[in-house]
């Protein structure tokens, strides 16, 4: 299957929920050395209020696995980069997420 890709970098299979399509164009736009963001599946949560957060969880073959929270759902992103996860939790926070 092949995945649509919005300026190249961010995959797109699945919507992305409210405001985080947003922090990942400002994330890939100041970051050269991520390579791409594909966005999973999206799920209804209880928790997820207020400003955006994201949590990065664990190491990937390719980069890092993260849950962004935001509107009532969380959603996985899958990051393809060399960086590492402080470096990672920072640029999400200059984009303008909450890292938790």
Known sequence: ??????????????????????ILEELLAANPAIRSVIPGVIRPVRDARGKIKVRITVPTQNGWKAIALSA??????????DIGKEDLEKALK???????
């Not at 995945?3 to 405001?19: F, V």
């Not at 200059?94 to 938790?100: I, K, P, R």
């Open 94 to 100: 200059e984009a303008g997420a909450e890292v938790q």
């Open 72 to 81: 009532g759902a969380r959603q996985e992103l899958f990051i393809s980069t």
């Open 1 to 22: 299957m092949r995945l649509r890709t919005s300026k190249d970098r961010l995959k797109i299979e699945h919507s992305i929920i409210d405001g985080v399509r947003g």
